[in-house]
T-cell receptor, first 114, second 115 residues
């Protein structure tokens, strides 16, 4: 199943810009996730939404603001980012938010902060 | 504390060779799940397998096989007769049944299959 779509695929932004990442899942899942993937680090879970409610916020700086308007869509709003925020941002979804549920990932947004 | 270790940072093999990717995990839970994902250059993580802690049967799917050994806390992945299309980064992950919703990912093993 590759039913998770992320846009844009690439994004370059200045430190004072505001931009948003979008994720859409076509799998009928109830849980959605944002991950950050930096070079040579394990994937870092940022946010978890289940049935449009945020159930996990992993001490993410407030310059990252998630939004989940419905179970199919997830956004990550970005403002006043730092160069160290440059990374691949991956969205995932799963049927539920139970431990052991298989997560299906999108192709990611490659973000560069100048 | 939960942890996943993939000690092999990068492996290069010649096409048709067999290759094994190692995964060692740490958990205090008696019930947990283990996963393998493949990340090709296109970026998305592709789910390969899920195994729960009560099922120690090895699994084979085509050229892929997985060896789960609770006694050594390992969940190794073997590709038989590797192909260039197998070139990717492979991640092992752990999901516990207590605590948070997290997958704990290893740092990945980059596999290069040379023609």
């Amino acid at each position: 199943e590759t039913g998770v779509t992320q846009t844009p695929r690439h994004l370059v932004m200045g430190m004072t810009n505001k931009k948003s990442l979008k994720c859409e899942q076509h799998l009928g899942h109830n849980a959605m996730y944002w991950y950050k993937q930096s070079a040579k680090k394990p994937l870092e879970l940022m946010f978890v939404y289940s049935l449009e409610e945020r159930v996990e916020n992993n001490s993410v700086p407030s310059r990252f603001s998630p939004e989940c308007p419905n179970s199919s869509h997830l956004f990550l709003h970005l403002h006043t980012l730092q160069p160290e925020d440059s990374a691949l941002y991956l969205c995932a979804s799963s049927q539920g938010h139970l431990k052991g549920d298989i997560q299906y990932f999108g192709a990611g947004t490659r973000l560069s902060v100048l | 504390a939960q942890k996943v270790t993939q000690a092999q940072t990068e492996i290069s093999v010649v096409e048709k060779e067999d290759v094994t990717l190692d995964c060692v995990y740490e958990t205090r839970d008696t019930t947990y799940y283990l996963f393998w994902y493949k990340q090709p250059p296109s970026g998305e993580l592709v789910f390969l397998i899920r195994r729960n802690s009560f099922d120690e049967q090895n699994e084979i799917s085509g050229r892929y096989s997985w060896n789960f050994q609770k006694s050594t806390s390992s969940f190794n992945f073997t590709i038989t007769a590797s192909q260039v299309v197998d070139s990717a980064v492979y991640f092992c992950a752990l999901s516990e049944t207590s605590g948070t919703y997290k997958y704990i990912f290893g740092t990945g093993t980059r596999l290069k299959v040379l023609a």
